[in-house]
């Protein structure tokens, strides 16, 4: 008989002990530790908690700072900043904020300026356009002063515009062309049209 282990105890026909069906192996006991493999020897376990890291791809960059890691076999110190809550504020039309690489924490926020978001209001938007989810109320005439000059034609050209005071013109009255007739000298009747 060459075993010289026991690994199955049979006693009066019942079994008390049965050890050949264990899987149990040294790589899966903690180290240090003694247990019985499914021959009935003594074995010593080897397992140091150590995990197979061979297939990890982070780098330093990707852990957060001062926390370590293993990756394929190696520690790793990250290096990765901790941001925490970031704000940020946009104050024109096209203006971008530019998120900080690092860790966030979930938290942070950008936003309208909000100098800029205090002019968002339905009276500063033009009546049936929609900014940000505000619908403009303004006519276009709010605080406002028109002028309705008259204007007599002449013989040279003439540009038109508000006087001082007044924002723009409501209307412009031509009057009628300057027509007069009167007796001459000659014996005759000068037509003036449009001037002296």
Do not use: W
Not at 7 to 26: C, R, S
Not at 100 to 121: C, L, N, Q
């Amino acid at each position: 008989m060459a075993n010289t282990t026991y690994n199955k105890v049979i006693y009066g026909g019942q079994t008390l002990i049965d050890l050949t069906a264990d899987t149990v192996t040294a790589a899966k006991v903690l180290e240090g530790y003694t247990f019985h493999d499914k021959s009935g020897a003594i074995l010593t376990g080897e397992c140091t908690y150590n995990a197979d890291t061979s297939d990890g791809t982070a780098t330093a960059a990707e852990i957060l700072a001062t926390k370590t890691a293993y990756v394929n076999g190696a520690k790793v110190t990250g290096t990765m900043t901790n941001r925490g809550s970031v704000t940020g504020t946009i104050s024109t039309r096209d203006g971008e904020y530019t998120i900080p690489s690092g860790f966030h924490d979930g938290s942070g926020k950008v936003s309208i300026d909000s100098t800029e978001r205090a002019k968002i209001i339905a009276s500063n938007i033009r009546e049936g356009i929609t900014i940000l989810g505000v619908e403009g109320t303004m006519s276009g005439t709010e605080d406002v002063t028109a002028e309705s000059p008259s204007v007599t034609p002449a013989t040279t050209a003439q540009t038109v515009t508000p006087s001082t005071g007044y924002n723009y013109l409501a209307q412009v009255t031509v009057l009628a062309i300057p027509y007069s007739e009167t007796d001459n000298s000659a014996g005759g009747i000068t037509v003036t049209i449009a001037g002296s």
